[in-house]
């Protein structure tokens, strides 16, 4: 192996990735691939070469690009042109693209000089979070469609995808809610300088700047009490419709009682009205909620087939290829799908040897092998050349999309959990009513006016509004913690759901093992350098995937070129290298070609993977295996301590054993499960009362996550397609799954240490209010104390709680 | 004492001119994106460097 160790393995001066014998050496650079040298000599040649020293090896390898030919062509029509760009004018057009290889400072800077490459870009702007970003550009000088072969040229390849076209409106409401804060700020702060005179009891000033002073409160305070506070009565109105008192209903209370008395003590001239406390409880409460709403704005947790489909495909028509939108396709159309390329719609394969990988749609392990004149369903995957079929349904009629469909109608059946500050909102209100009601009457026979005034102080000073911050702020932040750690939630309810769980149920393929990457070994004598080499030799001319999984494993230095080559689909590579004959591939190929004289003692039983013959002698077998995630056993059993674990899998039990002796015996397993088998299983565990947690990770389960209360999707990389769930938990996060949960249980006790430490501040209020004796000064002190102080509290907790299990970092 | 009631408008004017400020930068999405423009601000010693260090390459060779 001497030959090896000489060579220093070289990283790419492109993307930093190591360099195998392939690489290639420009400028005295080394690059991994000739695309990552390509788009390095268009950058070169434009004086962009900064794009190198901001980050180090800032660019994505472009290993795969060169393969796939991708066509443009549908960006040429009209329709698709309107659908996608967010502005068009005679001379100008405005396009934002979803690109997932932005990730770097440098790539902010390349974009943004793109008009260096092309003078018919005007501007180009980066959203990094987001990783997109616009361009405007001119028409006359450059097309959509050459923008965008101009961001591939230089490894920027933006995502089109058929839900990309609905342009969301989040930005509309975050932008609502940061002006909601940014007036309840400004009024908060305007009306604590006009109360400053009663603060400080200075009663020097005239009676009518006093009168002034109060018309210019009443003024200010508008627009909190008509805008700011619009959605918490809109909230508690639409809770009160459901018969459900939500927390929204004592604030809404509050609310409404706080601005009344103050708008009377102002316009009677009875005193100063509580105002500044009422401005700041509207300001506190909508931080709150601008902490909660941190929205993962890579990620969307709605997607649905539409978002995995291609948005284009290539048409063949006449024997000239064309790239036309998904859309425009009809039945009886004759399709080409490239390796790697999805298909699109159900079709029958007329050219071509099909190697279709399901796993995604199925949980079935391994590609399946097609033959001319066979039913291809939509959402394979083609693994291997180049095939074309015929277009038999509509992309509505598909059984992809009648997959979804059926699982849309199961949404209405989910149980809903009630949240802790839900439950607790319910018996406060009816706490808060009964002293409010028994102040009433205890003052009423005493004195009209004092009991009105009593009362109002009561319901004002138990405004629920630490109790209301003290859910957004520890969960929220807990929230922030799991993402950093590679766990997604959607939203903080399912934080909350994630305590409650009783039974765990994991898909196998794709989440217990992963999903990319399968473990290769060698069965039969050890193969010599020279055995290595002939076989490298051979199979790095293939593209089959067996082919290229063999070729990394085997690959050493210098291979030689075979004589003859010969590639039968289906059954394996047949090669003439140095006058050897090699051949590699299924079983009954390379019993062709053993000599009979020669029976070999083992032939080696495959799932996948393939036989090696050399010189007609059998020479053993490369296996190939699914590999299981990380510590994935240790995360099943300790999980298990707690809740009952259960194993479903769309896949034949050929890997059961291997399982057993990975996770243990008293896991329950199902295999052959159809996505609708998942979907009951999950029904028949929710019979039994339990409230489930799903993980799984492919279309194959989308029923199961809708159906749990909790669904997680895996996934390799959070940008690329999951099914629609709760949460999205990073592959390489897998193994820290049952830390996140009791984290999840660590978050939710932070939420009650708050909610009893505000508890005792509204008792301590109220105690105050029954006897008569609150001023305003008092409620603008305790109002913000209260809050500050649970915030606080919450914030410390859950910081404390990721420290120690070791989330934060 | 009715300077203060002056005092009091100009003060409100201020202030008032600061919320619109905000109100217009929500508007115009400088809030859409809190992260890019932080690393943006740091690009153009870069680029002139960049320059420079082309055109020295450039008569050299």
């Known amino acids: 192996m001497s030959e090896t160790e000489n060579i220093v393995k070289a990283k790419c001066y492109h993307c930093?990735?190591?360099?195998?014998?392939?690489?290639?050496?420009?400028?005295?650079?080394?690059?991994?691939?000739?695309?990552?040298?390509?788009?390095?000599?268009?950058?070169?040649?434009?004086?962009?070469?900064?794009?190198?020293?901001?980050?180090?090896?800032?660019?994505?390898?472009?290993?795969?690009?060169?393969?796939?030919?991708?066509k443009w062509g549908y960006l040429e029509d009209i329709g698709m042109v309107s659908r996608l760009v967010d502005f068009r004018d005679d001379t100008h057009t405005k396009v934002t693209f979803f690109i997932p290889s932005i990730h770097c400072s440098s790539c902010i800077w390349l974009l943004e000089n793109l008009h260096k490459l092309h003078q018919g870009?005007?501007?180009?702007?980066?959203?990094?979070?987001?990783r997109k970003v616009s361009i405007s550009f001119l028409n006359t000088h450059i097309s959509l469609r050459?923008?965008?072969?101009?961001?591939?040229?230089?490894?920027?390849?933006?995502?089109?995808?058929?839900?990309?076209?609905?342009?969301?409106?989040?930005?509309?409401?975050?932008?609502?809610?940061?002006?909601?804060?940014?007036?309840?700020?400004?009024?908060?702060?305007?009306?604590?300088?006009?109360?400053?005179?009663?603060?400080?009891?200075?009663?020097a000033s005239s009676a009518a700047l006093k009168e002034l002073f109060g018309y210019l409160i009443v003024l200010l305070s508008l627009p909190v009490f008509f805008y700011c506070s619009a959605e918490y009565f809109q909230s508690a109105y639409k809770g009160l419709r459901a018969k459900l008192i939500n927390i929204d209903v004592p604030l809404s209370i509050g609310i409404i009682v706080f601005y009344i008395r103050s708008l009377y003590e102002i316009f009677s001239g009875t005193g100063p009205g509580y105002m500044d406390s009422f401005a700041g409880l509207i300001f506190f409460l909508l931080l709150g909620k601008l902490f909660q709403n941190k929205t993962f704005d890579l990620l969307n947790f709605?997607?649905?087939?539409?978002?995995y489909f291609p948005i284009a495909v290539t048409l063949l028509k006449n024997s000239v290829e064309h790239s036309v939108p998904l859309s425009n396709i009809s039945i009886g159309d004759r399709l080409v799908i490239r390796n790697n390329e999805l298909i699109p719609v159900d079709s029958v394969l007329?050219?071509?040897?099909?190697?279709?990988?399901?796993?995604?749609?199925?949980?079935?392990?391994n590609a399946v092998d097609k033959e001319i004149g066979e039913v291809l369903h939509a959402g394979g995957k083609q693994m291997g050349n180049r095939i074309e079929i015929t277009v038999s349904k509509n992309v509505e009629q598909s059984y992809l999309t009648q997959l979804w469909n059926e699982n849309a109608l199961n949404k209405n059946l989910r149980r809903t959990l009630y949240s802790f500050s839900a439950v607790v909102s319910k018996y406060f209100t009816y706490a808060l009513l009964a002293i409010a009601a028994g102040t009433f009457l205890f003052w009423l026979p005493r004195d009209t006016a004092l009991a009105v005034s009593t009362v109002s102080a009561v319901l004002i000073i138990?405004?629920?509004?630490?109790?209301?911050?003290?859910?957004?702020?520890?969960?929220?932040?807990?929230?922030?913690?799991?993402?950093?750690?590679?766990?997604?939630?959607?939203?903080?309810?399912?934080?909350?759901?994630?305590?409650?769980?009783?039974?765990?149920?994991?898909?196998?393929?794709?989440?217990?093992?992963?999903?990319?990457?399968?473990?290769?070994?060698?069965?039969?004598?050890?193969?010599?350098?020279?055995?290595?080499?002939?076989?490298?030799?051979?199979?790095?001319?293939?593209?089959?995937?067996?082919?290229?999984?063999?070729?990394?494993?085997?690959?050493?230095?210098?291979?030689?070129?075979?004589?003859?080559?010969?590639?039968?689909?289906?059954?394996?590579?047949?090669?003439?290298?140095?006058?050897?004959?090699?051949?590699?591939?299924?079983?009954?190929?390379?019993?062709?070609?053993?000599?009979?004289?020669?029976?070999?003692?083992?032939?080696?039983?495959?799932?996948?993977?393939?036989?090696?013959?050399?010189?007609?002698?059998y020479r053993g077998a490369f296996r190939i295996?699914?590999?299981?995630?990380?510590?994935?056993?240790?995360?099943?059993?300790?999980?298990?301590?707690?809740?009952?674990?259960?194993?479903?899998?769309?896949?034949?039990?050929?890997?059961?054993?291997?399982?057993?002796?990975?996770?243990?015996?008293d896991v329950p397993m199902s295999f052959n499960q159809s996505p609708y088998d998942k979907l009951q299983y999950i029904q028949n565990l929710q019979r039994k009362g339990a409230v489930v947690l799903m993980i799984g990770d492919g279309l194959n389960d989308s029923g199961a996550l809708q159906q749990s209360e909790v669904g997680i999707s895996v996934s390799e990389d959070v940008v690329s397609f999951s099914p629609a769930s709760d949460a999205i938990l990073n592959g390489a996060s897998m193994n820290k799954l049952h830390t996140f949960m009791e984290y999840a249980n660590n978050a939710v006790?932070?939420?009650?240490?708050?909610?009893?430490?505000?508890?005792?501040?509204?008792?301590?209020?109220?105690?105050?209010a029954v006897t008569g004796n609150v001023t305003p000064l008092f409620a603008a002190i305790l109002m913000p104390v209260s809050s500050v102080t649970v915030i606080a509290l919450t914030v410390l907790l859950t910081m404390f709680y990721a420290k120690r299990r070791g989330i934060a970092g | 004492m009715s300077v203060i009631a002056v005092l009091i408008g100009f003060s409100l004017m201020v202030a008032g001119a600061f919320l619109g400020a905000f109100l217009w930068a929500v508007r115009t999405g400088q809030y859409d994106d809190k992260y890019t423009p932080s690393i943006r601000i740091l690009f153009d010693d870069l680029k002139t460097e960049d320059t420079k260090h082309n055109q020295t390459n450039k008569e050299t060779s």
Do not use: W
């Open chain 1, 16 to 70: 930093g990735d190591t360099c195998d014998m392939t690489a290639v050496i420009f400028e005295e650079k080394p690059f991994c691939c000739e695309g990552c040298k390509l788009v390095y000599s268009i950058l070169r040649e434009n004086q962009l070469c900064a794009y190198y020293s901001i980050s180090e090896t800032p660019g994505v390898t472009q290993r795969s690009r060169l393969k796939s030919t991708k």
């Open chain 1, 462 to 617: 138990a405004c629920p509004c630490a109790l209301a911050l003290s859910t957004p702020f520890a969960l929220g932040n807990a929230l922030r913690y799991l993402a950093r750690a590679g766990f997604y939630l959607k939203n903080i309810t399912v934080l909350e759901k994630l305590t409650k769980i009783t039974s765990v149920v994991f898909d196998k393929t794709g989440t217990i093992t992963k999903q990319e990457g399968t473990s290769i070994t060698f069965l039969g004598t050890a193969l010599t350098l020279h055995e290595m080499k002939t076989i490298f030799s051979t199979v790095r001319h293939s593209t089959h995937p067996v082919s290229r999984r063999i070729a990394e494993y085997t690959e050493v230095p210098a291979p030689i070129e075979p004589e003859t080559f010969l590639e039968k689909e289906g059954e394996g590579i047949e090669a003439f290298i140095d006058d050897n004959h090699v051949f590699i591939g299924s079983g009954k190929g390379a019993e062709l070609f053993l000599k009979t004289e020669e029976t070999p003692e083992v032939v080696h039983e495959l799932i996948s993977g393939a036989h090696v013959v050399i010189n007609g002698r």
């Open chain 1, 121 to 130: 870009i005007v501007h180009a702007l980066v959203n990094l979070p987001e």
């Open chain 1, 146 to 203: 050459e923008v965008v072969e101009l961001l591939t040229s230089i490894g920027y390849e933006p995502l089109i995808r058929l839900d990309s076209l609905h342009k969301a409106e989040k930005h509309r409401l975050s932008r609502l809610l940061y002006n909601k804060v940014g007036i309840a700020g400004f009024v908060f702060g305007n009306i604590m300088l006009l109360s400053f005179p009663e603060y400080l009891s200075i009663d």
């Open chain 1, 302 to 307: 709605e997607r649905d087939y539409k978002s």
């Open chain 1, 749 to 768: 006790f932070a939420v009650r240490v708050s909610f009893i430490v505000s508890l005792f501040y509204n008792i301590f209020g109220i105690v105050y």
């Open chain 1, 625 to 665: 295996e699914s590999v299981y995630r990380d510590k994935i056993a240790a995360v099943i059993s300790n999980l298990q301590k707690k809740h009952p674990v259960s194993i479903l899998s769309g896949d034949t039990p050929k890997e059961q054993d291997n399982l057993r002796n990975l996770i243990g015996e």
């Open chain 1, 350 to 365: 007329v050219s071509g040897y099909g190697h279709i990988d399901y796993s995604f749609l199925t949980g079935e392990a």
